[in-house]
């Protein structure tokens, strides 16, 4: 058994199809059959059921598959540690909640791009939820993400307190709670939490609202006056620093912002300037 088998195996099991697999692989389809079937023979265990479209994963398959993603993470970071420099190089994967991108850290970005210029630097954006997944499972080196960051198992190598306040493009009476129209974020968004908390605590219901899942539909909404919100005083940038904002109870006025990472000890030279840069920098 090779590491390209156990690439090959995972491969067909995140795509669902051994088509898929040799598409991504640039492989010849019977090829991947061919070396599939012989790792089930050297393995006695059927992993993938067959089906008309695509392939479904048997039990003792999801088992092996815990094991595959271990063995390939390894591999892979074994072979960083020997490549690592002195001189930040290779990749670096940065996960970011949009809230973070309204301060200092596209700032932070290109200061850290102009002085590693030999780092392939990459963002994505999600919700917090995403993005501690993403890092857990080593598709990303990191990410700042919101919520009660102590809590988790992460190590934390940068943390903020970002102050929450309720933002409106007009003038508006906070106790008329039962009258606003809100918009927040899909299902898992700590602000969301934040405001149902709130709002439960005075009795009120979240029913009146529009779900939407970009910060800048958020805030244009709000700046229409269509909507109010519940976000980090931090976003009152450019076109939205105009916004009405009137303050919540302290018992809900605050939230973390952070930098996280996995518990390993190894951190690659590229990762290890990044988080310095933010830490001196700051958001």
């Keep these: 058994m090779e590491l390209s088998d156990l690439k090959l195996f995972q491969a067909i099991a ?32 059927l992993l993938f059921y067959r089906k008309p479209k695509g392939v479904q994963i048997t039990e003792k398959g999801e088992l092996f598959r ?17 490549q690592d420099h002195d001189q930040p190089t290779g990749s670096l994967k ?4 949009e809230t973070v991108t309204c301060g200092n850290f596209m700032n932070l970005i290109a200061s ?13 954006t999600g919700n917090s939820v995403e993005l501690m997944d993403k890092v857990k499972n080593f ?7 919101t919520g009660k960051l102590n809590a988790t198992n992460f190590v934390i190598d940068y943390l903020v307190t970002d102050e929450l306040v309720i933002l409106s493009g007009r003038a ?3 106790s008329a709670l039962r009258e606003q129209k809100w918009a927040i974020s899909p299902a898992g968004c700590p602000f969301r939490v934040k405001l149902e908390q709130w709002l439960k605590g005075e009795g009120v219901a979240l029913s ?3 779900e939407i899942s970009s910060l800048e539909t958020i805030l244009g909404s709000v700046k229409a006056g269509l909507t109010s919100t519940l976000l980090p005083k931090s976003v009152l940038k450019g076109a939205y620093e105009d916004l009405h904002v009137y303050p919540v109870p302290e018992a809900y006025q605050y939230i973390e912002t952070g930098l996280i990472r996995r518990r390993e000890e190894y951190m690659s030279n590229a990762y290890k300037s990044f988080a310095n840069l933010v830490k001196e920098g700051g958001l």
Excluded at 20 to 40: D, H
Excluded at 66 to 82: F, G, N, P, R, T
Excluded at 94 to 97: E, F, K, N, Y
Excluded at 139 to 145: I, K, N, R, T
Aim: aromatic share 8%; net charge negative; no cysteine.
């Design 172 to 174: 508006l009476e906070v």
């Design 66 to 82: 815990k094991y595959v993603v271990s063995i390939l993470q390894m591999a892979d970071e074994s072979i960083k540690i020997l």
């Design 94 to 97: 940065i996960g970011v909640v």
């Design 14 to 45: 995140e795509e669902g199809s051994i088509s898929g697999a040799a598409k991504r692989l640039e492989y010849v389809q019977s090829n991947v059959t061919a070396r599939l079937r012989k790792l089930e023979d050297e393995l006695g265990v």
């Design 112 to 124: 850290y791009q102009s002085k590693y210029e030999q780092v392939a630097l990459s963002l994505q």
């Design 139 to 145: 598709e990303l080196d990191a990410a700042f993400v």
């Design 208 to 210: 009146n609202f529009i």
